[in-house]
């Protein structure tokens, strides 16, 4: 049976990457994002490349806008009422905006989108993935998490940052807070749950970071290809399901911050995060 897949800001960079490799494997993948005409491309583009036929896999792009709670609500229910089974959810999509600002829901919006969009999304479809055996969950995290702070009264208020990279860093420490607390969760459900940090890439959000921050992580620009194969193993490979909550550098498990590795921290977030998107939907 084929493997149904799901990726988030599939369109380019590291995602266009895992998209690519998985339809190579012979799954069927969803790239999902807000731009659908970037996305079309992006998925006829590889279905070219892989000369898709026989063996090889098949791909189709949908529209998401993850800064929209309503619109990620009617995705998740869309898909999960097309859909028997989800394989893999690879929550992938991710930004970095120069200055702090809101979305319109109020949230800031690197953490509305990175975190909170991500969040409701995997609301609507956990259930999908309990019933599918063994499910995975790929988080592509950052490196960047290690000086991040969850400040949770600037979900709401972009301008108590001082730094755009406060916000960043604190999106991709949420990012790891909730892979931790999701894995924990699911207890004994046959699904998997783990995130990686790609590496500095070439293209994409850390060109776009401020040169002292690359500089602080050591961060060697690497080429998309390289940025997502860890991403690629633990959502293909067989031996990729011995971990479960773990944060992956180069296939193997790596050091997170203390904060990241708070468990107390991670059911707070969890809870704060189920309370405001309550509120955000009254």
């Known amino acids: 049976m084929q493997r149904q897949v799901l990726i988030t800001g599939g369109n380019s960079g590291i ?4 998209a690519a490799a998985l339809v190579e494997n012979g799954d069927h993948v969803i790239i999902a994002s807000r731009d659908l005409a970037k996305s079309q491309a992006a998925a006829e583009a590889i279905a070219k490349a892989a000369g898709t036929t026989g063996e090889l896999g098949t791909i189709e792009a949908l529209a998401l806008d993850l800064g929209d709670l309503a619109d990620v609500d009617r995705f998740a229910a869309r898909l999960v009422e097309r859909q028997t089974r989800l394989d893999v959810a690879i929550l992938n999509a991710g930004l970095y905006t120069h200055g702090t600002r809101a979305l319109n829901n109020g949230l800031e919006t690197m953490i509305g989108i990175m975190h909170f969009g991500h969040f409701r999304l995997m609301q609507g479809l956990c259930g999908l993935l309990e019933t599918t055996p063994g499910a995975r969950v790929v988080v592509t995290a950052s490196i960047a998490h290690r000086i991040g702070r969850i400040r949770f009264e600037t979900f ?3 301008d108590k940052h001082r730094v755009a990279i406060q916000a960043y860093a604190q999106a991709k420490l949420a990012n790891i807070l909730f892979t931790r607390e999701l894995a924990a969760r699911l207890g004994d459900a046959d699904v998997r ?3 990686f940090h790609p590496g500095a890439i070439a293209t994409g959000i850390w060109t776009e970071l401020p040169g002292p921050i690359r500089r602080l992580f050591g961060a060697v620009l690497t080429d998309t290809k390289a940025g997502a194969d860890t991403g690629i193993w633990l ?7 011995a971990h479960q909550g773990a944060y992956l550098v180069g296939r193997k498990p790596a050091t997170i ?5 708070d468990a107390r921290l991670a059911r707070t977030l969890w809870h704060e995060t189920e309370q405001r998107l309550a509120r955000l939907a009254e």
């Open 193 to 195: 749950v783990n995130c």
């Open 156 to 158: 709401d208020a972009p």
């Open 235 to 241: 959502a293909r490979d067989d031996d990729a399901r």
């Open 15 to 18: 995602g266009y990457e895992m």
């Open 257 to 261: 911050s203390k904060a990241a590795a």
